[in-house]
């Protein structure tokens, strides 16, 4: 096969640590098949399966549904099953875990605080002076669902974490995801629960200063910066109308 029979290919700079045996990450390049139908993940497939197999990340679905393979490429984050290597040109793609979060190994990231984060909203109904298990049905009108669909498409990808410049400076911080995710609840019909003492907070809503990225990068068009923004006008009102709950 001649050069000009080679089949191109697209230089991948992915992220190493292994703590067994490196004290911090180093970069190791890895060359692709660079093919127009490719995703990024694809191309860090492709190396586990035939260049290093001590390669890890995380993947799952690879539809942009399940939100686990989500990392840095060349610097912004992305689900790596929705971002072509044809949109990098002639490369390099430097790919790296999500900031904000510990590395466990290569691009895996420890989520124990993001999920804990989560549960700390609520995130199911609740209905006062009721026991589970719930028979009757509470059926909504479309204005109704309207209310608080967008905010129920999050797929806990974390990238509006690793993109929140309050987040990776302040770990504390609750963050846009699980802020919406209250919202979602809070703006659903059929949900009795009052969730103003986890987000009435300077680690909560209040933290947030509203550089927008979060929504940005959100694959989903979740806009966590307006849920938050929302529910700061909730609670600004809810200071003067303390009755007020929504």
């Known amino acids: 096969m001649t050069d000009a029979e080679q089949p191109a290919t697209i230089r991948l700079e992915v992220a190493r640590y292994r703590p067994e045996q490196d004290s911090e990450p180093v970069f190791q390049g890895y060359d692709v098949p660079l093919m127009d139908d490719w995703a990024v993940l694809d191309g860090l497939a492709y190396v586990k399966d035939r260049l290093d197999g001590s390669l890890s990340f995380r993947w799952s679905c690879r539809m942009g549904i399940c939100g686990s393979c989500g990392m840095n490429v060349n610097g912004e984050p992305r689900l790596t099953c ?3 290597l044809a949109e990098y ?6 790919i790296e875990p999500l900031k904000g979060f510990p590395v466990i190994r290569d691009l895996v990231v420890d989520i124990d605080d993001f999920l804990d984060k989560l549960s700390s909203v609520r995130p199911w109904l609740i209905r006062e002076g009721e026991e589970p298990p719930l ?3 509470y059926a909504q009108t479309p204005e109704q669902l309207d209310a608080y669909k967008q905010y129920s498409m999050c797929v806990n990808c974390m990238l509006c974490y690793s993109a929140c410049p309050v987040y990776v400076l302040d ?6 995801a699980a802020i919406a995710l209250a919202q979602r609840y809070n703006l659903d019909s059929r949900d009795m629960g009052d ?29 966590p910066a307006e849920a938050i ?16 709950r929504r």
């Open 135 to 137: 028979t009757a049905e």
């Open 89 to 94: 040109g002639d490369g390099p793609i430097r």
């Open 171 to 176: 770990p504390d911080f609750l963050g846009p």
């Open 82 to 84: 929705g971002s072509f």
């Open 195 to 223: 969730r103003f003492d986890v987000l009435n907070l300077d680690e909560a809503v209040w933290g947030c200063v509203f550089v927008g990225d979060c929504t940005r990068v959100c694959p989903k068009h979740v806009d």
């Open 229 to 244: 923004q929302r529910y700061k006008l909730t609670a600004a009102l809810r200071s003067v109308l303390p009755w007020s």
